[in-house]
């Protein structure tokens, strides 16, 4: 009932009647979980569902947008339809079983064709991870790696964020929070990338974002230090929500130090746009054998201390965008080693720290509940 109310409530208040409309769809392998995602929007959203003629169709209020999303079939048949959808839609919602490895070449083949279709490429996309609840469930870092996402959003002039979430009814409501800044970030997303499209001249370089939900207490990230990569205006990016920042990597691992979380929530943003110089980091190998591990004091459970492996920072090549790609694969051995550390899926944050630059990765509580 309340629920109710409040939906009536928000059609009817359209503040200064100025609701911007956008245009949404939800694509991706049959089974990922579409539609599930789908029902949790209209549970945690005002929402109306569409008529019998248009059953994909649920429009959403959130924030100042009125938001059309379809949800599109992922199986064969399905899919013959789906570029019915492309010119329509401002942004895209591409959502992936994390944990069916088994149909990651399939999901990347689809999604380089659907990224490369000229109706979509330059558009925002949002890559929701899901099933991240499921014990086999890739990371997001595995995810770019297997999808080859950073070449292909650079490739096709997209915005990506990637968001680990687990859209299933079971969980705790705020279990739910991803899925709705990976919408707002979409929607303030569409809003920069159509006002970009205006400014002539402008440097297009893209990025990719890891959803940086929440901040632990001594986070060391100044958001003044964010930026996006898109040619925005300053004053639009001071709109967009603050996880929608992006953050280039190099001055990421110049002044502040990668923060990570290996598994569910990722506390990681970051721009794939800014090249290394030559001999940059190229230290990293001396500098990470001088590494020295230790914990933060506000640990709440005591992990082991992680081993690092010597490739960590492997010299990366100067001179073009893939510089820092290559940097990010490098710090990918990062994840790979902490994943692997035992104790350190439970609550609690380690640091590594190195002379200079530093280094910094915080693990936070996964999210376990009802895997299947
Ligand atoms: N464990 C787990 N299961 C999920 C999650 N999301 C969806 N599922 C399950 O995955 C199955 C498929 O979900 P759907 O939402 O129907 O998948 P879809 O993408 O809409 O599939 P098509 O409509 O065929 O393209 C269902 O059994 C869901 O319960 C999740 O986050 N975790
Ligand atoms: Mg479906």
């Not at 928000?10 to 995602?37: C, F, H, M, Q, Y």
């Not at 895209?92 to 990224?115: C, H, N, P, W």
């Amino acid at each position: 009932m309340f629920r109710l109310l409040s939906s009536c409530w928000a059609w009817l208040k359209t503040p200064g009647e100025t609701r911007r409309n956008v245009t949404v769809i939800i694509i991706g392998l049959d089974n990922s979980g579409k539609t599930v995602l789908v029902q949790a929007f209209q549970r945690l959203l005002p929402s109306r569902i569409g008529s019998c003629l248009k059953s994909e169709l649920t429009t959403l209020l959130l924030d100042e947008y009125e938001v059309s999303i379809y949800d599109l079939s992922g199986d064969m048949k399905g899919r013959e339809a789906w570029p019915n959808y492309y010119a329509r839609a401002q942004g895209l919602v591409f959502v992936l079983d994390s944990s069916d490895l088994g149909r990651m070449q399939e999901a990347k083949t689809i999604l380089t064709r659907l990224l490369s279709d000229k109706r979509v490429a330059g558009k925002p996309i949002l890559l929701l991870a899901n099933k991240q609840d499921k014990k086999d469930a890739l990371l997001p870092c595995d995810i770019i790696k297997n999808l080859l996402l950073e070449r292909l959003v650079n490739e096709t002039k997209s915005l990506c964020r990637v968001e680990p979430c687990s859209v299933i009814k079971n969980l705790q409501r705020k279990s739910h929070q991803p899925i709705i800044e990976g919408l707002r970030w979409l929607l303030a997303a569409t809003g920069d990338k159509n006002e970009e499209r205006c400014i002539p001249h402008q440097p297009h370089t893209s990025s990719i974002l890891i959803s940086k939900s929440t901040r632990r207490s001594g986070d060391r990230c100044s958001s003044e230090s964010f930026s996006t990569r898109v040619g925005l205006s300053k004053e639009k990016r001071q709109h967009l929500p603050h996880s929608a920042e992006a953050r280039p990597l190099k001055p990421i691992l110049q002044k502040e130090g990668f923060r990570l979380r290996p598994k569910k929530n990722i506390s990681v943003t970051f721009a794939l746009d800014e090249p290394m110089e030559k001999g940059e980091y190229s230290g990293g190998k001396r500098t990470m054998n001088a590494t020295k591990h230790h914990f933060s004091p506000s640990d709440d459970l005591k992990t082991p201390s992680p081993s690092l492996s010597d490739d960590l920072f492997e010299a990366t090549p100067a001179s073009s965008s893939n510089t820092a790609v290559s940097s990010f694969a490098s710090s990918h051995n990062l994840w790979q080693t902490g994943k692997g550390v035992p104790g350190t899926q439970g609550r609690g944050s380690w640091k590594v720290t190195a002379e200079e630059p530093m280094i910094s990765v915080a693990f936070n509580s996964p999210q376990k509940n009802g895997g299947k």
